[in-house]
């Protein structure tokens, strides 16, 4: 959890989901429906930030704490020198309270950033470092009034802080002291980044004898090369997390750069033990970074290098191992206070995040999920542990009860890299703050709520996450999935529809979805093929055939590589179908966004969507109808919406058959979260007659349904890109969203079921 270098009601595991996720067939079964977490609300940060401030300046939540009533959720924003104040007195709709400038108000320092925070009674706990360089660091511990927001004191933390942790009783708060290396500085000897770098760092302990914070002292406690014998650097400490037992008499710190855990006393302020992390090998992983999910690679043992700490109960630890620059393991480990490793989640969560459509595939050949974040807590009788992906934009949380053998129990989709993970337990609830903000890619921090069973499960959006799953193939391995850019019914088959990966990946796939199960099941994977060897298109657009195959709309980086595309049922490429020479002329890098077949007396029509107009025409988007027999194109203007947002656009994004009288469309803009404006469902009449050759066909538009309170329904990010629509053979409506395989997006897919057919192209309008 290094500052400043730190770059949904979820679903309960169901068989398929944990199949292969888990360690035994026992731990696949669901938990009561009351023992569940629902997303109650995503708040973007950036919505609470000062009157001065653009929104598009980087504002982020990352380590956070509530208020001992539960209703005042206090949040670290150490890019913008502030801390955050939200009130969750209503969960499901968080209201901004303001921030607090370290500098210009509380005036402790122009370099200040707040790394931690914890809160004691009516006081706010703010952990800052001060420091001016790696080699003279610095910080304090400022003190803030709750309810004035007035800085009452602050004490010398002589170092470099990180993470901050109370006792249970709040008598005692424990600061790592890091006094991080420099990636950038050689020592001698050494290679870049590496250690030593001096000075070393330290735990500080902060007695709170009483509820005057002017009575509050502070303890050193040093952490010396004797002391750390048998890590890494012992030299050099690098204290990372703190967390103290459920008793409060002992800290647990992680050392991450030193690969190692010690555990300190707290009322004599001594180091009683020390142990390694040590490594760990793992296998059945993606390990390269080719954009193709493959799960055969494997890692070394591989130093665990944890960040994140926490107590299962007295006798157990569990370490989020991170790693920074020797190691990483993408996983979570269990152990006991000796050291010993009692359970080590191996592969779990890899796969997890592939079941789940969540695998970055841009990290796989580095430290894959890259689970950082952890919390354990008691909720309704239940001991949780919260583990989160800094990669993958999730926390998965475990059944440990029995601390030596946690169990599964349910995937929480959250936002770009969840950093801090607060437990609630008086309240039922489950706060992550996402520290990732870019305002320029449309990616923001903001803070996920969840609340834990039935009292929360009114309040739920649906669908719940995930709404998309896969099932395990033929070699036992999740098929990998994402950036689900179409769908298309299955003629055949009232239990599936089609659907396929777009350019997010190097090699095309088209998948099966079984979408009579809860959450919808990846059941089948078809790879494309040409020549004999995997294809690589950018599949926009899928259409199954009522005589086999399917048409598929592939998008080119230039006009004139956009094309329909013919396969057999294997994917076989059988026919290529350019765009006519003069409409490919006029495309610039948006094509093909949809495909839709229909039959009639004159045999097979292929219908294209074009994503944005041509050049001279940026009002209208082009529709384009491709006759099968005899190889001809007829092409219809459609009528976009208008946007005054910079450098947003209005597009179309699919396109399917209604009935033999009507198409459908998807027509958005391009943004996200609470931005999102244009999401939605447009009919037109397919004309009676086509326009004269050379020439371009009008259509009229009607509103079959706004979707942006259906995304919004769900409680998490409103995703931008919703790109499938289709009717099933069971004559319901079903859209889905891509989520860009993670690149610039949470990566979390919204499977929408609709309802009937009937009801959404001929019921009231809306």
């Not at 480990?333 to 890899?350: I, Q």
């Not at 609340?451 to 959006?461: C, D, M």
């Not at 459908?664 to 996200?672: S, W, Y």
């Not at 244009?678 to 086509?690: E, F, G, L, N, W």
Request: hydrophobic share 40%; glycine share 10%.
């Amino acid at each position: 959890m290094p500052h400043a270098r730190r770059t949904l009601a979820a679903l309960t595991c169901t068989a398929v989901l944990c199949a292969g996720v888990v360690a035994t067939a026992a731990a696949a079964h669901p938990k009561p429906h009351q023992d569940t977490f629902h997303r109650l609300a995503t708040y973007p940060v950036y919505l609470n930030r000062p009157a001065d401030a653009a929104a598009a300046d980087p504002t982020v939540a990352e380590i956070s704490a509530v208020s001992e009533d539960g209703r005042t959720f206090i949040h670290t924003d150490a890019l913008a020198g502030r801390i955050g104040f939200v009130d969750i007195t209503d969960p499901a709709k968080p209201q901004g309270l303001g921030t607090l400038d370290l500098a210009a108000d509380l005036g402790v320092g122009a370099h200040a950033e707040p790394t931690s925070v914890a809160v004691v009674g009516g006081y706010v706990l703010v952990v800052v470092d001060t420091s001016e360089s790696f080699t003279a660091p610095s910080g304090l511990l400022a003190v803030v009034d709750l309810a004035t927001h007035a800085l009452v004191r602050t004490l010398d933390l002589g170092g470099q802080p990180d993470s901050i942790a109370l006792t249970p009783d709040r008598s005692h708060a424990a600061i790592a002291i890091e006094n991080q290396r420099d990636e950038d500085a050689t020592p001698a000897g050494a290679k870049k980044g590496d250690l030593p770098q001096l000075p070393g760092g330290f735990l500080q302990l902060v007695d709170l004898p009483a509820a005057d914070p002017a009575t509050w002292t502070t303890r050193a406690v040093p952490f010396t090369a004797e002391a750390l014998a048998g890590l890494d650097t012992p030299q050099d400490p690098e204290p990372e997390y703190v967390a103290v037992d459920p008793t409060g008499s002992t800290v647990a710190v992680t050392l991450q750069e030193n690969n190692g855990v010690a555990l300190v006393d707290i009322a004599s302020g001594t180091v009683t033990s020390v142990f390694s992390a040590g490594s760990v090998a793992v296998t059945g992983i993606d390990t390269a970074q080719d954009g193709s999910i493959t799960q055969t690679g494997s890692i070394p043992a591989t130093p665990r290098e944890p960040d994140a700490i926490a107590w299962l109960d007295a006798s157990h630890l569990a370490t989020a191992n991170e790693g920074d620059w020797k190691g990483g393991t993408r996983g979570w480990t269990v152990f006991d206070t000796t050291g010993a490793v009692v359970w080590d989640a191996g592969n779990e969560l890899e796969r997890l995040a592939v079941r789940t459509g969540l695998h970055s595939e841009s990290r796989a050949g580095k430290k894959g999920v890259e689970i950082e974040g952890l919390a354990v807590a008691t909720l309704g009788g239940q001991r949780y542990a919260f583990v989160g992906s800094e990669r993958s934009n999730f926390v998965a949380v475990y059944d440990v009860d029995d601390a030596a053998h946690p169990r599964f129990v349910q995937v929480l989709a959250t936002t770009n890299g969840p950093e801090g993970i607060l437990p609630v337990p008086s309240r039922d609830l489950l706060l992550v703050s996402s520290e990732t903000d870019d305002a320029s890619v449309l990616v923001r921090s903001s803070v996920s709520v969840f609340g834990r069973g039935k009292a929360y499960a009114k309040a739920a959006g649906t669908p719940q996450f995930p709404s998309v799953v896969s099932a395990d193939d033929a070699a036992g391995n999740p098929i990998g999935w994402g950036a689900l850019g179409a769908l298309s019914a299955d003629p055949s088959d009232r239990k599936h529809l089609w659907t396929a990966t777009d350019a997010a990946y190097s090699t095309s796939h088209l998948l099966r979805l079984d979408v009579s199960r809860t959450p919808a099941v990846i059941d089948r994977d078809v790879v494309v093929t040409q020549g004999g060897t995997p294809a690589s298109l950018d599949i926009e657009g899928i259409s199954a055939r009522r005589q086999g195959g399917f048409w598929l709309g592939s998008e080119g980086a230039t006009g004139a590589a956009n094309a329909l595309v013919r396969t057999d049922a294997s994917g076989v490429v059988q026919q290529t179908v350019p765009l006519p020479a003069d409409v490919a002329a006029g495309l610039g890098r948006w094509g093909i966004e949809g495909v839709a077949v229909s039959d009639d007396r004159k045999g097979e029509q292929v219908w294209v969507a074009l994503q944005r107009g041509l050049t001279g025409e940026e009002t209208r988007a082009r529709i384009g109808r491709y006759d099968v027999r005899t190889g001809s194109w007829a092409w219809f203007g459609y009528p976009l919406g208008t946007t005054t947002t910079p450098g947003d656009w209005i597009g179309l994004s699919e396109i399917t058959v209604v009935d033999r009288d009507t198409l459908a469309v998807i027509e958005r803009d391009k943004l996200n979260g609470p931005d999102a404006r244009v999401k939605a469902i447009y009919t037109v009449q397919i004309p009676t007659r086509d326009p004269a050759p050379g020439t371009v066909g009008t259509l009229t538009k009607t509103l079959a349904r706004d979707l942006v309170p259906d995304l919004r329904a769900t409680n998490g990010w409103t995703q931008e890109k919703l790109e499938g629509l289709t009717i099933g053979t069971d004559g319901q409506v079903y859209a889905v969203t891509d989520n860009d395989g993670l690149k610039d997006a949470t990566g979390e897919t919204v499977l929408l079921r609709l309802g009937a057919a009937s009801k959404v192209f001929h019921g009231p309008r809306g």
